[in-house]
């Protein structure tokens, strides 16, 4: 099994919480935001081990299929990515433009905002 990697997942919840179960969000939370083991969320829940692990692993399949479907977490960093070469050449050719400025600095914002 391809296990996604912890900082794949933590992006994905932050884009597609929202679309989750409380009981998905919560294992996933305590999973990989708040590093509990297995064992103490299964405690938790009075539930076992294997059905966190099997509940974890099977959220994490429908954050990647929300992102294979929506691209919400590719487009972001796509407009993060622009937004920086934006600020680059902005800085370099256009110091003394302050509206443009004040136009790339209102763009982070709403980049931010997301």
Known sequence: ??????EHVNELYDFYQPLLTPKQATYLDLYYGQDYSLGEIAAEFEVSRQAVYDNIKRTEKILQSYEERLH???HFQQQVTLVNKLNTVVTQ???TDAELKSLLKEFEHLIDSQ
């Open 72 to 74: 919400l977490m590719a």
């Open 93 to 95: 050719r256009y110091q």
């Open 1 to 6: 099994m391809n296990l996604v990697p912890n």
